[in-house]
């Protein structure tokens, strides 16, 4: 047998037409046949619907820890609902135009090609990577390029425009070129509107959770992190070194510095200062179970099931991968229910989501902790909130271990000391963040609903 019979290989003819000399692509991924659809549309390039299309130059990073100066974003983190908080000079991120504005588009052009955002309020004024494209789109057809880039046709354009032999990469002069089809008026005015629609929601969202997060403080009489001045031996303030006593060592016998850390150590003198009633998390939900560890046998959407990973629950639209339903052992194990919050145990730690209208009936990773609370004692959307907060998260991350990789356990963070406000205003928090999750939810249709008239638009033309 040749070693060609052990591969499927694409083959195409192109027509001459098709060979621009002035773009000088030889590679034939350039040619597919993902822009077949283009033949019989109309279009033009994506520059002629924007005032402008840049990168911001290259530049060395410099990472720092001050609220005061501004705050960054790393391309991988444009779809995230929960970014990474570090900052750059704002000097840095206004002499070299970093700092993006709300309205414009942001295409990530390194790594995953093609993640597509509208700048909204959420991170209106933050600094973004230079891999990062903005695109200043004419305010009419705003959502409707945003619907056309995240589309399964956009970003196929975007992947087919980009170049590079090893790692892929494509940047503004590049998706300038991107071939757009010109639909008629009221379909791009439906398109963009529901486009638009989903950010408002995603905004609403935002606004509803950062108040359920104020009151928290509130309700439980916290300080702010901010407010706190932890421990410390260094009076310059660079190294968080302390003294600590034989009174905090545990039946556990840790030795690493990080879980004596001044502000896990605060945290818990304050919520039992500050809070009569509190508790234990093992006493107000169960942690014991884990999910599944199972053999994975990925399969199409339409044979599988949505598996959920540590970095999909953070995700604005997850790209889900799909699990065998027939061929996954002990799937009933890794399915998701109403009111469960997900804790994510290893790599990057502490992520946290509620199941609530967004992942039930999904398949979830080993990786991610289960908490199911007792409603009989907590609101789900109450612990889900305070375990998301400074006050839960510094806690939870108190017991990471792990020499290479780190991780967490379930009867680690079962100790943590939960605040527990009365029941109304628990579940006042509570219908806050399941409010929340329903404009999520709202905004996933609006964006669907887009796609779906997109892509009728573009076959039936």
Known sequence: MKVLDLFEIETSVIDSSKIKLDESRIDPQFFSTNQLFLDKLDTRPLAEFCDEIFNPAVFKREFLEDPNECRYLASAEIASFEPEITYITNTQADALRLRVKKGWILITGFGTIGS???????????????????????????????????????NKLLN??????VVKYIEAPQIAKIPVPVLGDSIIEKINHLFLEAV??????????EKANKLVLQYNNLPPLSDIKPETLDEDGEVEIRMTG????????????????????????????HCPKNDKLFNVADCSFRGSRSTRNYV???NGIAFLSGKNIIQIRPDFKYISKSETANLDDMLLSKGQILISRSGTLGRTVLIYKNYEGC?????????KPDAKIIDSGYLYTFLSSDYGYHQLLRYKHGAVIDEITEDQISQSVIPLPSDKQQK????????AYELREEAIEFEEEAQELLTQALTLA
């Open 428 to 435: 006042e928090i509570g219908d806050l963040v399941r409010k």
């Open 300 to 302: 199409d959407k339409d």
């Open 246 to 273: 034989l009174d905090e060592f545990t039946q556990d016998y840790r030795l690493d510095a990080h879980f004596y850390n001044p502000i896990a150590k605060l945290i818990v003198e304050n919520i039992t200062k």
């Open 363 to 371: 398949a979830a990773s080993e990786h991610l902790i289960r908490v």
């Open 200 to 209: 408002t929601c995603r905004e609403q969202s935002h606004e509803l959770l």
């Open 116 to 154: 597509i955002r509208i700048t909204d309020k959420i991170i209106d004024g933050f600094a973004v990577a230079n891999n990062v494209a903005r695109a200043i789109v004419k305010e009419k057809y705003r959502g409707f390029i945003a619907a056309f880039l995240s589309s399964e046709y956009g």
């Open 160 to 165: 087919d425009y980009a170049s590079g032999a």
